[in-house]
């Protein structure tokens, strides 16, 4: 059955299940949970950096190469499936979390390695094509 699903011969369940949200710190963040970085404990500190995975919040800050590089250090460590930032996590205010063409970079690699990309919550990217189409995501929005 596998050999036929991999050729497409049949169809199968299909689920995508991603690591981090990229350009999102973790989980004592500004775009997690609205916690400023002066009021972390070293042990929150070291906590978002080990979950980040070095696609955290300081990608929002990056040029063009600079993101290029950092997703491609990211998607070195293997990950099947990328999420990424396209707002933010909290109700108020909505925040666009990169702009089109950081969106861009960030599809851009993901696809180079085979890989599906998927902003949150859940949209078209702003670099024009959906980034995964025909598949359903779930939002992790609070409302």
């Known amino acids: 059955m596998c050999e036929r699903i991999e050729r497409g011969d049949a169809i199968d369940a299909q689920m995508f299940v991603a690591d981090n949200i990229i ?80 969106q861009c970079v960030i599809v851009e690699e993901a696809h180079k390695r085979g890989k599906k990309s998927k902003p949150t919550p859940p949209a078209r990217t702003l670099c024009g094509s959906p980034s995964m189409p025909g598949s359903t995501s779930f939002s992790t929005r609070r409302s």
Do not use: C
């Open 23 to 102: 350009g999102w710190g973790e989980p004592f963040s500004t775009t997690f949970s609205l916690m400023a970085e002066e009021e972390l404990t070293p042990f929150q500190e070291q906590w978002n950096d080990l979950v980040a995975q070095g696609v955290g919040e300081e990608l929002a800050d990056m040029g063009t190469e600079a993101l290029r590089a950092a997703m491609g250090a990211y998607l070195d460590n293997g990950p099947d499936f990328i999420k990424y930032g396209g707002s933010a996590h909290f109700r108020q205010p909505v925040l666009i979390g990169f702009s089109p063409g950081a």
